[in-house]
């Protein structure tokens, strides 16, 4: 997958054509794999922000879109998320005015997680984001 970076822990990993059905696919990946963790609690929200990430890919890239959900070793209360695709281009956040169709994704991310970043990859970059898991 473009731009994964080993991580001790649980682990899910996915990988979408660029197609029009890849957000509805990755949605209902990771609801499955977070009710097989039993982290329903986090399935709507982690599903909207990959949702969200998703597209975002789908808009600017045409190759393959990963996502992962990583529960890391010793992080008890962590929940990370990566969505990856072929194009080096970081996102950039913006403000989108009320009469915009889009726009808000990174907006989203940003105050749904706990911390958002990207980073490049050897061909292409990861978007990822940290939930905290419920107590």
């Not at 970076?5 to 682990?11: L, V």
């Not at 009710?35 to 909207?48: K, S």
């Not at 922000?49 to 010793?74: D, K, M």
Request: include cysteine; glycine fraction near 10%; proline fraction near 8%.
């Amino acid at each position: 997958m473009i731009g994964v970076i080993d991580t001790e822990g649980d682990c899910a990993e996915w990988s979408f054509p660029a197609e029009p059905g890849a957000a509805r696919s990755a949605r209902a990946a990771v609801r499955g794999q977070l009710r097989t963790w039993e982290l329903d609690a986090l399935g709507d929200l982690t599903a909207l922000l990959v949702s969200e990430l998703v597209t975002n890919s789908l808009r600017h890239a045409t190759g393959p879109i990963g996502v992962r959900l990583v529960r890391p070793a010793g992080l008890a209360d962590v929940l990370l998320v990566e969505v990856s695709d072929p194009l080096p281009d970081p996102p950039r956040e913006r403000v989108a005015r009320p009469e915009d169709e889009s726009g808000r994704g990174l907006q989203l991310v940003a105050h749904s997680s706990r911390r958002w970043g990207t980073r490049p990859g050897v061909a292409g970059k990861t978007v990822w984001f940290e939930l905290t898991l419920p107590g």
